[in-house]
């Protein structure tokens, strides 16, 4: 009987990293200290490891930065498309603080650029609503979708433009236009 315990304890503990090691390698990622990320590493540290509200080391330097954190990440096997608490990866997090090069280095790593949250937001829909023009071209340069519509709570059924236009930001606008976007009153009046 202890045999069979001592298997299922030792399985369990197989794919877990060092508790004390993960958040010190969290922490590390916040504050975009590259040293502290690679002895965190070092001491064990499981890279996709999360804290208490889902986010890992990837979320935090996503959001962050530096960007090298972030590269050091994906070279250790960090996923690319892990989602937090409310659904949000780490492509969300640099979309939504306009890290254009983090985005860039995310979505050619394979981070997918049409993700949806627990709200079906779309990193596009978080660049937009923040105002981050570059994020913005860059997404829709990658494949995003211009007119997905989110769908929970007040904001359902809006899309990009909707929030570009939200927060009366013309350029964004413009640009979402430019490249098909409609807004959701548009698509529903198309029957989309």
Same mark, same amino acid.
């Given at each position: 009987m202890?045999?069979?315990?001592?298997?299922?304890?030792?399985?369990v503990l197989v794919g877990c990293g060092n508790p004390k090691s993960d958040i010190a390698l969290i922490n590390a990622?916040?504050?975009?200290?590259?040293?502290?990320?690679?002895?965190?590493?070092?001491?064990?540290?499981d890279m996709n490891a999360n804290d208490a509200d889902?986010?890992?080391?990837?979320?935090?330097?996503?959001f962050?930065?530096?960007?090298?954190?972030?590269?050091?990440?994906?070279t250790r096997g960090a996923n690319l498309n892990a989602k937090e608490k409310d659904g949000w990866t780490p492509l969300d997090q640099a979309a939504y603080g306009g890290n254009k090069e983090i985005a *860039? =280095? %995310? /979505?050619?790593k394979g981070a #997918? !650029? +049409?993700? &949806?949250?627990n709200r079906e937001m779309t990193p596009l829909h978080h660049a937009s609503i923040k105002g981050h023009k570059e994020?913005? *071209? =860059? %997404? /829709?340069?990658?494949?995003? #979708? !211009? +007119?997905? &519509?989110?769908?929970f709570g007040s904001k359902r059924g809006l899309t990009s433009l909707d929030a570009a236009n939200e927060i009366k930001n013309?350029?964004?606008?413009?640009?979402?236009?430019?490249?098909?976007? &409609?807004t959701g009153l548009e698509l529903k009046a198309e029957g989309k």
């Amino acid at each position: 009987m202890r045999h069979i315990l001592f298997t299922i304890i030792s399985v369990v503990l197989v794919g877990c990293g060092n508790p004390k090691s993960d958040i010190a390698l969290i922490n590390a990622a916040k504050r975009g200290n590259i040293e502290a990320v690679k002895s965190a590493l070092a001491d064990g540290a499981d890279m996709n490891a999360n804290d208490a509200d889902g986010w890992t080391a990837l979320h935090q330097s996503a959001f962050y930065g530096p960007k090298e954190v972030v590269e050091l990440l994906i070279t250790r096997g960090a996923n690319l498309n892990a989602k937090e608490k409310d659904g949000w990866t780490p492509l969300d997090q640099a979309a939504y603080g306009g890290n254009k090069e983090i985005a *860039e =280095l %995310l /979505i050619t790593k394979g981070a #997918d !650029v +049409n993700t &949806k949250n627990n709200r079906e937001m779309t990193p596009l829909h978080h660049a937009s609503i923040k105002g981050h023009k570059e994020v913005v *071209e =860059l %997404l /829709i340069l990658r494949g995003a #979708d !211009v +007119n997905a &519509k989110v769908a929970f709570g007040s904001k359902r059924g809006l899309t990009s433009l909707d929030a570009a236009n939200e927060i009366k930001n013309p350029e964004i606008s413009g640009l979402l236009r430019k490249h098909g976007g &409609k807004t959701g009153l548009e698509l529903k009046a198309e029957g989309k």
